[in-house]
């Protein structure tokens, strides 16, 4: 009720846990308020939604370079230092799993409100989702960039994960839908046959979590939620 939006985490009776504002958590929101709309017709849920999106225009897209940025404290100042932990992705960097469900959520909101902001804001998220961090060739997808979308030394020698890929792809259909433009069918197509050439478990079935570039996964990996964490954004440019 003092600076807007919603804070990452509270107890079960509501307490908050964890003040600071995470983009990732925001785009759910929106999601959420959007598709609570549609099942009850009520107009609130709507409007806050519009309201939530504009708040996030304000205080996180980044002017300069595009996208958005991702964490924040409580009054909305951004948390840069990258060994401040922020539960999803890295601080300081701008990451496929925000921009991924930022599209996410923008694509059913600019359906349902045919805003001029909001479709703008769709273009752009699925132009960055498409050139920085799943471009054509899915052996050069990466999961996190510097904010200027300079590459985060290691990542591009960094494991693949078969299941943001495929995840990419599958909702990559429906802003193209709603932006009324035709599918980008080969896009598409390259990335599930990479997951199934290289991701697929010949001898007990499913996809391995992560795998090499250019080679199959030969064998099980353990799979870590966000581990795409592991990695440290720095401003001198380097992986710690």
Known sequence: ??????????????????????????????????????????????????????????????????????????????????????????????????????????????????????????????????????????NDAVGIRHPDWRPVPGQADAELSYGHNVEFEWLILRPKKVLGCMPSMGHFEAYIRHAWDYGADAELGGLFHRGPRGSPATAPRQSLVGSSGMARCTDRGRAA
Not at 46 to 68: F, K, M, S, V
């Open 1 to 138: 009720p003092v600076h807007g939006g919603y804070f990452w985490e509270t107890d079960l009776a509501g307490k908050v846990t964890d003040d600071r504002k995470i983009l990732y958590g925001h785009a759910f929101a929106i999601y959420a308020m959007v598709e609570y709309h549609r099942a009850s017709g009520e107009p609130a849920p709507l409007r806050a939604a519009i309201e939530l999106y504009r708040l996030i225009q304000r205080h996180a897209h980044d002017d300069a370079h595009g996208g958005w940025v991702e964490h924040f404290e409580r009054d909305w100042q951004q948390i840069l230092d990258t060994n401040v932990h922020v539960e999803v992705e890295i601080a300081g960097c701008k990451s496929a799993n925000t921009h991924l469900h930022l599209m996410e959520a923008f694509a059913e909101l600019a359906e349902l409100t045919r805003d001029a902001d909001v479709i703008r804001s769709l273009a752009e998220a699925l132009q960055i989702n498409q050139q920085h961090f799943y471009p054509r060739n899915p």
